[in-house]
């Protein structure tokens, strides 16, 4: 009697770099990429599962940063920026000037187009967002870099702006359970509203 063939489960099919890396271009023409892919230097960047602190903060930011947006802003959460022909990140939330947005079907934007990045750090996103992410948003003249930390579960909000006449940015302020600014344009947010559970 012969041996009971067992079935081979499918291996999944990875995408394959091209020579020199992918390009800004390829993340809309990649067939089957997971939400939320990014390009950063050429190479394709995955996103892990989020926690719910991640998910909250985001949730809090979007909305009380659209509340006090001017009309000729627009929040955006999680759609990519084309830098240049090898990076195209994603930044959790954007705001951007209310002309470049011309489509429904719009998947980026253009640097000159945003105000202001915002990243969410996540255990497995710590280096691009600490160090690669704000080197190359400033690079391309993104004037305002927030970059959110959780400490003991609470939100904390670094704001940086772009250094005059620099492609490098500059550490203004560090926010704890309040966070009040200026610029872009006057925002105030009670980070403590990252917990639903406070509110209830």
Not at 70 to 81: S, W
Request: contains cysteine.
């Amino acid at each position: 009697m012969g041996a009971l063939m067992m079935p081979v489960a499918p291996q999944p099919e990875w995408p394959r770099p091209p020579a020199g890396g992918y390009t800004a271009d390829d993340l809309d023409r990649l067939p089957n990429l997971p939400p939320h892919t990014e390009l950063i230097d050429g190479s394709l960047v995955f996103v892990s599962p989020q926690t719910a602190f991640h998910t909250l903060t985001m949730r809090l930011l979007d909305d009380r940063i659209a509340r006090c947006a001017p009309p000729d802003h627009l929040v955006f959460r999680e759609m990519t920026i084309a830098l240049d022909a090898r990076s195209r990140p994603e930044p959790d939330i954007m705001v951007v000037h209310s002309e470049a947005f011309t489509s429904l079907a719009q998947t980026s934007f253009k640097p000159s187009d945003v105000v202001l990045a915002i990243e969410v750090v996540s255990p497995d996103s710590e280096a691009r967002d600490r160090q690669r992410k704000p080197v190359l948003y400033a690079a391309a003249g993104i004037p305002h870099f927030w970059r959110v930390e959780e400490d003991r579960g609470q939100a904390v909000v670094h704001v940086f702006e772009l250094e005059d006449g620099k492609d490098t940015y500059t550490a203004k302020d560090v926010f704890r359970e309040q966070l009040k600014v200026a610029a872009p344009f006057p925002v105030e947010i009670d980070l403590r509203d990252v917990d639903p559970r406070r509110r209830a």
